[in-house]
């Protein structure tokens, strides 16, 4: 297979501590820190110039729209909330304030390649050791492990100040496990529980039980250093240990290491030819779709759909930033990738149907999809439903694929006169380990000309060729998303168990066990993409300050809000968990 365009171009693979040390650049974040957006003099935000001219999620309107609105609040309203009752989706939006208002290769690691005099000292104590940790994997574990100074939360805790009054959040607990595992590993003669080391005070801050989560991430690190190694037996000894003291019910450093550690078991079992229970073999067992359980609606997916943040704050500045983009076309066509419930959508014909400056002749939706061709029909007959209720006029096509590589130009039904948007979510991370299909895909949008493509990703690198450093990226991005449903959901909730068990440990196993076509979970930052997409003319697009406002007043709905955090990597939207990147929002077109 052809080497893909985005593999970095490190390839050192044992030692886990290199890279436990540098993804934490999480844009300057701290918990419950959000961006602040200024505004410009002579900027038109309404008469006062104040944001109290927004509407709840930040959109702004005035009341003439208002008024020529063909259904009143109260009536759409009703009947959006009594069509989708069923599935839950919209119990927690407000429908009546919408309105209008690579190259070759980019290597995501190399900035992690800068070596610091103490850590060659410490490498350097190690040359009569069994083997040497890779210079980029030690870094990358220290950056890791240097974010515990956020502790508090709040700012940086000096020794001899107040104790701490909140506990630690997941990837806390596992940034102060990564630095414990530093120091032993090294050989360094200090100690973290000793007076005078720098992480002295936080250390000695940890409740009996946090000490006991970081032990147990102590023992997943040591496993996946040696599995790294290729040390099969010696990582099987930890994985018993690490067994025996974490379960998938438990607290979510216990669930992480849970999962992880059946990843591990995976790999071995794909290194060592064989099959074990806990590892190829349950693999084999609970394989399941999740494309197709989002897009037929699952209660899981409903439930992580209201209570967990990142979906919802995505969804109303990515339809902002649509409708600036066709804000004088009569008709659009929106092209959807993955088009899943479908439910977006109706946001979109709301804020058409209230845009009075240029009526709309018609809607048209073509979802774009290479499996669950019934399910994508159901969501046509609701968008359709929904089209009838708002009295825009609409259209909804299917173009059912078996490969992405059959996706052409002249499969979509085209009208010069229409604005093309294109919507992919989470779809290119899917195509990196076939490149000839993410090429041809690009190709075929490029034909399209989209006035906007509007892009939402995972926000982190899981596709390095180098196991320790896929395993480092995604252990600390995982603890933010367990350490998030453990703020959002119940300990004992179903919806969440299902959500844990199947389909994030099934990422999981992919992102570290598979290699080839089958590791088709390559997720890469957006400066991987921004750089990628120029190979094609395209240029990034401002999503507007309507856009972020909407984000940011959507966060605030949710109780949790205060630990989601919103910062710009230049125009793009990053969506965290206590200043750990997980989403990216961003906007292209061609030149």
Known sequence: MASSAFDSAEHSYCGVEDKLSSSNQSYGSIKGERMQIPFSEGEDWGESGDISSFSYYGVHHNDKTKEQAPFSEYQQREQLQQSFSEYGLLDNLRYDILSPPIQTCLDEIAKFSRISTELQDIIETRKDKPFQFSSTSLELLRSYGSGIKRLSGDGVLEPHTERRKTELSTSEMIRIASAKFIQSSSGAADDLALPGHPYYYYFSCLSKDEIRNVQLAEILLAAAEKVGCQQFDAASELLDQSDELCCSTGNPVERVVYYFSEALREKIDRETGRVSIKGLGKRMALDVDKDKDIMRLSPPFIATHQLVPFSQIQQFPAIQTIMENVAEAKKVHVVDFRIQSGVHWTVLMQALVARRECSLELLKI???????????????????????????????????????????????????????IVYARFLLHTMISRPERLESVMKVIKKLNPCVMVVYEIESNHNSPAFVNRFTEALFYHSAYFDCFEECMERDDENRTVIESLHIAQGIRIILAAEGEERNIRPVKVDVWRAFFSRFGMVEVDLGMASLYQADLMVKKFSCGSSCTLDMNRKCLIIGWKGTPIHSLSAWRFE
């Open 366 to 420: 073509t979802a774009v999809g290479t499996c669950s061709q019934q399910v994508i029909e159901d969501t046509g007959k609701r968008l359709e439903t929904f089209a009838r209720m708002f009295n825009v006029p609409f259209s909804f096509k299917i173009i059912m694929l078996r490969d992405m590589l059959e996706l052409k130009e002249d499969l979509f039904d085209l009208d010069e006169e229409e604005s093309i």
